[in-house]
């Protein structure tokens, strides 16, 4: 649409001067809106897929643990708990991600959850699967950790090493991928850093077909990262940390 004004103009409003300003800061502000938006739109291309650890019953029925693999695996095991919140780790997962999801739709990407409630039975490769389903640019699988030493405390993510028998071409990614994560989480946290984890005995890392990574939220089994973990405003906290080396992975 074309609009003609007839009008003249008579600066009674404000001498042409003004009117160059105001007109420059009107630009500015377009310009910074218009820039926003397209970050945001680029951010949609982006899909990620966010997988909650476990699930309330595990299931031990066995599937290989990477394409073509001989060696077996428990579709699901059982997870962790809260050593003093009684916390069960497919709770705390399922929490985390939720926020997490959020977070990242609020910035402007396309994220979906393998699962959004307790009661699913979906293993590890299905998983993975999914993921790849939905056209995953980026795959976090969040967990919690344990462990028999209750001093035993922080965070840390896993990556498939170079020699990955099923997802080595990945291997580079994902290992940047899970510093990024890993690097931004402990920063909005104040979680200690375990640093990267090169393992080849995940399944839902070995099924991925996109750049993956594990992030293990903190130990269940240390009181501190526990109770810390149970609080709401910490799991924001948490979910604002994850996105923010997301993003920082993406803009590289
Ligand atoms: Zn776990």
């Known amino acids: ?25 009107e630009t500015r502000q377009k310009a910074e809106q218009k820039s926003k938006e397209k970050v945001k739109a680029e951010k949609k291309k982006y899909v990620v897929v966010i997988d909650p650890g476990h699930q309330r019953k595990q ?13 077996m695996k428990s579709k699901v095991s059982s997870g962790t708990s809260g050593i003093v919140s009684g916390l069960n780790e497919y709770e705390l997962t399922l929490m985390v991600s939720k926020k997490l999801k959020k977070e990242l ?7 979906y959850l393998t699962r959004k409630r307790a009661d699913v039975n979906i293993s590890n490769a299905k998983r993975a699967k999914f993921a790849e389903k939905k056209g995953a640019d980026i795959f976090i699988r969040i967990h919690a950790n344990g462990s ?8 840390l993510s896993m990556a498939p090493s170079n020699n990955n028998p099923y997802a080595a071409r990945l291997a580079k990614q994902s290992q940047e991928l899970s ?23 995940m399944s839902g890392i070995n099924w991925a077909a996109m750049p993956v990574t594990i992030l293990e939220l903190g130990f269940l089994s240390n009181p501190k990262d526990d109770m810390s973990m149970k609080s709401e405003r910490f799991q924001k906290k948490m979910a604002e940390g994850a996105a923010n080396g997301i993003d920082r992975f993406v803009k590289k």
């Open 59 to 71: 299931d031990q029925s066995q599937e290989p643990i990477g394409p073509g693999a001989k060696e």
């Open 179 to 201: 510093k990024s994560v890993l690097k931004e989480y402990c920063k909005a946290t104040g979680m200690k850093n375990r640093g990267v984890t090169l393992t080849d005995q």
């Open 148 to 155: 028999r030493d209750y001093a035993v405390r922080g965070a």
């Open 1 to 25: 649409m074309i609009l003609y004004f007839a009008g003249k103009e008579d600066g009674r409003d404000s001498s042409p001067a003004d009117k160059r300003t105001i007109f420059s800061e």
């Open 105 to 111: 739709v609020k910035r402007g990407y396309t994220v």
